[in-house]
């Protein structure tokens, strides 16, 4: 059952409110089947008025999006009108979850919608770029198709623009759906709640059985993470691209969680220019939408690179510093091995203001490792004398108790009681309130 939304109004948009598993939705479905959905003002009005609507009565937005772009016939009336349909979905923004569908050509214009969305899915067949493969030879000289340039297979591995993949329209709306499950309708009320069978005090020692004895050694974080979540879901988005993160949407005890967690079998769990702005988009829209953070950590720091550095490691990196800085939702953060220098702050650290810190045993919290302190202090040493700076180094300082006392973190525990321990801290914080200083807005590093 849908409520049509002007539905006299003539163009290739339609608009509707519809349930999704039972949640009324604001839906938008723009047609490609007439001059590949080119949108002329009226159809432009048309989006507009339904993110209003989304907005006024707090219900998600869903857009499947099939546009070649403004209707060239129409002239600046058509960008006027695609203009107008931004801003309303900027408006959006924060207020009420915006899921994109694409789902054939999102050019130029709508390409600029859906990277205002939250989340997008492409199918198999969608593609989007500013400027198409015909711009691209005249002014490169490159020849490329509309695949290579802007497929959902280049968005999901290069650009992050796309959440998830979808092999067809049907696929990408479950999708779309499942995304929706974990969040509320709107910023105003908590996520839904999920009935599950698995026990909230289920030990968890297969979690501690997935590191590597090495503490070079590499492993899947995901294990962890699902040991740990309830009956091993995790919905991962942009998983293909900045893959030394990873960012998921996961239950526990039946409350939504987002999870961060950093990945050591990608970079070694590094942290990079990509990273930083796929986590902190994250943990940005969970504050949003009340969504509880479980941060994983284990990095040796940030990548080091001159060319990482003159393309903005700085600025990029405070992207994530000021994600969980300003955060206010339930925040927990679990070490589970390497927690160094800048990247230990930068992962939600206790002195960031998450709401628990754990670690378990073997935690090595620190400047730096063992390795690098001896090649900076021990310079001019014998061999001999580095290695033994080096095991004094890591028996001493490589361990989480001497964080443990000074309050940096509040719990080195077993990984078997992982589950426990977060799933009632999630339960005890559940009430959580904080008050933000008033002020227009803030001034998020770009």
């Known amino acids: 059952m849908s409520l049509a939304i002007r539905a006299r109004v003539p163009g290739i948009v339609t608009a509707d409110v519809r349930e999704i598993d039972g949640r009324p939705v604001v839906w938008v479905d723009v047609d490609a089947s007439e001059r590949q959905g080119a949108l002329s003002s009226t159809s432009s009005g048309q989006i507009e008025a339904a993110a209003r609507l989304a907005r006024d009565q707090r219900l998600p937005l869903v857009a499947v999006m099939r546009s070649s772009g403004a209707d060239i016939l129409e002239g600046l009336a058509a960008l006027h009108g695609w203009g107008l349909a931004a801003r309303a979905i900027a408006d959006c923004s924060g207020v009420v979850p915006v899921v994109v569908v694409v789902d054939g050509p999102a050019v130029s214009g709508p390409a600029l919608l859906i990277g205002l969305a939250d989340l997008v899915v492409m199918t198999q067949q969608a593609y989007a770029f500013m400027s198409g ?3 691209v030879a005249e002014f490169t000289g490159v020849l490329i198709d509309n695949d290579e340039l802007g497929g959902a297979a280049s968005h999901a591995r290069y650009t992050g623009a796309a959440s998830l993949v979808a092999p067809d329209l049907d696929a990408a709306v479950d999708l779309a759906a499942s995304l ?24 968890t ?15 899947d974080v995901r ?6 979540v309830d009956d091993g879901d995790l919905l991962e988005v942009r998983a293909r691209w900045a893959s030394n993160v990873v960012t998921a949407f996961a239950t526990i005890g039946g409350m939504p969680v987002g999870v961060v967690a950093n990945q050591p079998i990608s970079l070694a769990g590094t942290l990079d220019i990509p990273a930083s702005q796929k986590a902190a988009r994250f943990v940005a829209f969970c504050d949003a939408f009340n969504v509880p953070l479980v941060t994983f950590v284990d990095t040796p720091g940030f990548y080091p690179g001159k060319d990482l550095e003159w393309r903005g490691m700085i600025r990029h990196g405070a992207q994530l510093v000021f994600a969980y800085g300003r955060a206010t939702v339930p925040r927990i953060c679990l070490i589970l ?9 930068v992962m939600d650290s206790k002195r960031m203001g998450n709401d628990l810190c754990l670690a378990w045993p073997w935690a090595e919290l620190a400047v730096m490792g063992a390795g690098q302190a001896a090649a900076i202090l021990q310079r001019r040493a014998t061999p001999d004398e580095r290695a033994a700076f080096e095991a004094d180094y890591a028996e001493r300082l ?8 000074r309050g940096y973190v509040d719990a080195v525990i077993d990984p ?11 339960e005890t914080l559940q009430d959580k309130r904080e008050q933000l200083p008033p002020r227009g807005h803030d001034n998020t590093p770009l």
Do not use: F, W
């Not at 091995?337 to 702050?345: L, P």
């Open 223 to 228: 294990d962890v993470v699902r040991a740990i």
């Open 416 to 426: 078997a009681e992982t589950r426990s321990v977060i799933g009632h801290a999630l």
């Open 180 to 203: 929706l499950s974990y969040l509320p309708s709107n910023n105003d009320q908590e996520p839904p709640r999920v009935d599950t069978d698995d026990p909230i005090d289920r030990p």
């Open 337 to 345: 091995r390497k927690s160094y220098g800048g990247a230990y702050i």
């Open 205 to 219: 020692p297969e979690a501690g059985a997935c590191i590597p004895a090495s503490s070079t050694g590499s492993y």
């Open 133 to 135: 493969p015909t711009m």
């Open 398 to 405: 490589l361990n989480p108790y001497v964080a443990a006392e």
